[in-house]
Every structure is written in structure tokens, then in C-alpha cells.
């Protein structure tokens, strides 16, 4: 067919074949979509095993980050996003710096979330280890409402009625669920495509088959809301602008280049950037400012209280749903 035909000129027999045509190109593009959805799901859950199996009382943070962002790239996927070792009430957003010095305590409940893609479609996955064995009940209150969500999911459920399975299972136990964080969708490249899965019973959006979300409920000890902390090692790309201060411009190229839209850790930058010198942080406040850099602060429960999360990544099919990564 002449594709440089206008479409105002072309007979009816052209407009079909046309159609077809575009129609196959969409098919062909959401098989090969949904194939490395998958694909980034059994590396993912690789990932997470191997994180499981090395993390124990007295290992460094930044060694359990880095042994586990290398092994994603070892089986033959790339870092969707940094991996976020968030302690106690610590919820999300909390990944070592390149001096962190802090190991894990013999007390400590641990939720480990990484992220890996192959192109650009991604599998984020999270779980939750009680070195204390003393929150045995909050971890399995997370375990049990991620399991609740997907029994739940299919096309044509609101994600109002997915965040009530969650709070109700939450809830049962004794905890409350972190209302203000939620699952999210996925799109390629994209970590948070715009729709959300809430731990409540809220939201309107109806699932739509061969949709991509990320599944994460939260439950907590405290009173179910997270609070920015102290603490950001994490941002991502979200608009490309012309940047007069010239360490602020190189910086916006660079992660642009590299991670596109995807979510980047400070210590990545270390290469190529002096990321401990005054110029360095004031560049990336600049792009801050100048909305080209998204910030992503470390999240605490906002009473203190513990934190746990379970997580997986699924594609919503028409009687039920897919996990991307197997959940244990």
C-alpha cells in the first residue's frame, strides 16, 4: 500500500486494508510488550531471591543494593529503578548513599523493592523480612492483602474494590494499610503510567485487560499514613528544558540519556559527577526547581509506626490477572 497516499484520497478497499494492517501492528507491538513483561518478571523474581539470600543482621546496605542491582544485570535486565532498603517505618524511597555505613540490625523489619525492564517494560517487585520474628503478623498482613488484590483483579473490576480486599485483609489482622501510598500502572519506561491501586477502598478506575500494574500493599503498625523524611537519593527525569548553569545542563543530559524516564539514585552519578560537592547538590536542586528533575523523598510512617510491603507486577486478563513474578 502507498502509505504516502492521503487518506482522503484512498478507496474503501484501501481504508480496510489499511486498517488491517494497523490493526496487526498493534497485536504484533502487545505481544512483544507483554512477552518482555514477562521476561522482566522471572528476572525480577530471580533478583528477589538472591536478595533474600544475602540479606542477614550485620550486611551493609550499599553491598545488599549493589550485589542485587548487579545481579538483575547479570541475568539479562536493566535497572528499572534503584533498589530501596527502607528499614522499620522507613515505607519507600530509601536507597544507600556511597558513604552509607548502616547495616542491618538484628531487629530490623526490611522491605526490599527492585525493579528491572527489559525494554523498557518492567517487573517491580517487594517483600518484607522480620529479622526480630517478632512482626511475623504485620508481614503476613502485607503477604495476605497482596494475595487478596490479585484474587480480586480481573477486567472490568473498579481498583475501588481491589483496595477494599486489601484494607479489609490489613485490618483483620489488627494493622491499618498506608492510604497514601498505592499500586501503580506501568506503561514502557514509564514506572508510574497515571492509574493507581489504593489500599482502601477508593478510586474509580475500572482494570481494563492487558493492562500492567504494580500490586503493593502496605500495612502498618501506626496509623496508616506515610510522611516525607529527611532523606532523597532518588529522582527521575520529567521534562527536557534548555538549562542555563552548565553542571545543571550535563546532569539533565546525562540522565536523560541513560535512564530516560526511569528513576536514578545519586550514587549512579558517582562516574561521571563530584555527587558530594556543594555545585553537584545545588545543580540538582536547581533541576528541581526548574521542574526537569522529580524528586522522590524518603517516606516514613507518619507515627512511627512499622512497616510492611508485599509486591508483585501483573497483567490484567480478562477472567483474572497474570503475576509477571511469582509471589511467595
Request: include cysteine; proline fraction near 5%; glycine fraction near 6%.
Amino acid at each position: 500500500m502507498d502509505l504516502e497516499k492521503p487518506v482522503e484520497e484512498m478507496t474503501e478497499a484501501e481504508l480496510e486494508q489499511l486498517k488491517d494492517e494497523l490493526v496487526a501492528e498493534a497485536e504484533e507491538q502487545a505481544a512483544k510488550e507483554r512477552a518482555n513483561y514477562l521476561k522482566a518478571g522471572k528476572i525480577a523474581e530471580q533478583a528477589r531471591e538472591y536478595a533474600r539470600s544475602l540479606a542477614k543482621p550485620g550486611v551493609l546496605l550499599l553491598d545488599l543494593a549493589e550485589s542485587t542491582e548487579e545481579k538483575i544485570r547479570e541475568l539479562g535486565g536493566a535497572i528499572a529503578f534503584p533498589v530501596n532498603l527502607s528499614r522499620n517505618d522507613e515505607a519507600a524511597h530509601f536507597t544507600p548513599t556511597l558513604e552509607d555505613a548502616s547495616f542491618i540490625g538484628e531487629k530490623d523489619v526490611l522491605k526490599i523493592d527492585l525493579g528491572c525492564h527489559v525494554e523498557g517494560c518492567i517487573a517491580d517487585v517487594a517483600f518484607t523480612i522480620d529479622f526480630s520474628r517478632e512482626q511475623a503478623d504485620l508481614v503476613e498482613a502485607a503477604d495476605a492483602a497482596l494475595q487478596a488484590a490479585l484474587a480480586k483483579i480481573k477486567a472490568g473490576v473498579s481498583v475501588s474494590e481491589v483496595g477494599k480486599a486489601i484494607a479489609f485483609e490489613i485490618r483483620g489482622r489488627g494493622y491499618e494499610p498506608i492510604f497514601n501510598l498505592c499500586g501503580h500502572s506501568l506503561a514502557p519506561y514509564v514506572l508510574h503510567a497515571g492509574e493507581e491501586i489504593p489500599n482502601i477502598e477508593t478510586g474509580s478506575y475500572v482494570l481494563e485487560e492487558g493492562d500492567a500494574f504494580a500490586v503493593e500493599p502496605f500495612a502498618t503498625t501506626g496509623k496508616g499514613r506515610v510522611a516525607d523524611a529527611d532523606f532523597l537519593q532518588i529522582y527521575s527525569a520529567i521534562s527536557e528544558k534548555k538549562v542555563r548553569l552548565p553542571v545543571s545542563r550535563a546532569v539533565a543530559e546525562h540522565v536523560a540519556t541513560e535512564y530516560e524516564l526511569l528513576p536514578f539514585a545519586v550514587r549512579w552519578l558517582a562516574p561521571k559527577f563530584p555527587v558530594f560537592t556543594t555545585q553537584f547538590k545545588l545543580a540538582l536542586s536547581d533541576l528541581v526547581r526548574q521542574e526537569v528533575l522529580n524528586p522522590y523523598p524518603g517516606l516514613r510512617e507518619s507515627t512511627g509506626g512499622l512497616v510492611s510491603q508485599a509486591e508483585t507486577t501483573i497483567l490484567v486478563e480478562e477472567n483474572g490477572c497474570t503475576p509477571t513474578a511469582a509471589v511467595k
